[in-house]
C-alpha cells in the first residue's frame, strides 16, 4: 500500500500563486507515476498533471500549462505543484494519486491505484 497525504491548500486571490504538497509514504513505490487531479463542487474529477518519480517526465493538461509545474523531491518523498497565476476556474480539492502502470494515458483516473484525501484550492476574483 502507498499513502498519500496532500497539504499547502488554501485562499487566494486571482493571479497569485499556490504550492500544494503531496507527503507519499507506504511499501514499494520507487517506480510510481505521480498525479495531481483536481474536483470542483459539482463536476467530474480532471486531470491537472503528472509525473514519473525516478525519471521526472512530466504530463499536463491544457488548462493548465504554462501556469502550473509539477516537480518531486526523492529524497523527501514529496511530489509538488507549483501553482502560479491562478484563476477562479482553478478553484477546486486537489488530489494527489499515484499509479504502478504507465501503460494507460496519466488522465484517465481509473488507473490509479491510490488517492490523497484532497486539500482546498480558493481562488477570489
Known amino acids: 500500500q502507498v499513502q498519500l497525504v496532500e497539504s499547502g491548500g488554501g485562499l487566494v486571490q486571482a493571479g497569485d500563486s499556490l504550492r500544494l504538497s503531496c507527503a507519499v509514504s507506504?511499501?514499494?513505490?520507487?517506480?510510481?507515476?505521480m498525479s495531481w487531479f483536481r474536483q470542483a463542487p459539482g463536476k467530474e474529477r480532471d486531470f491537472v498533471a503528472s509525473?514519473?518519480?525516478?525519471?521526472?517526465?512530466?504530463v499536463y493538461a491544457d488548462t493548465v500549462k504554462g501556469r502550473f509545474t509539477i516537480s518531486r523531491n526523492n529524497a523527501e518523498n514529496t511530489v509538488y505543484l507549483q501553482m502560479n497565476n491562478l484563476k477562479p476556474e482553478d478553484a477546486a480539492v486537489y488530489y494527489c494519486?499515484?499509479?504502478?502502470?504507465?501503460?494507460?494515458?496519466?488522465?484517465?483516473?481509473?488507473?490509479?491505484?491510490?488517492w490523497g484525501q484532497g486539500t482546498q484550492v480558493t481562488v477570489s476574483s
Open positions: 509525473i514519473s518519480w525516478i525519471a521526472g517526465s512530466t
Open positions: 507506504g511499501r514499494s513505490f520507487s517506480n510510481i507515476e
Open positions: 494519486a499515484a499509479r504502478r502502470s504507465v501503460v494507460v494515458h496519466a488522465s484517465n483516473s481509473r488507473s490509479y491505484d491510490y
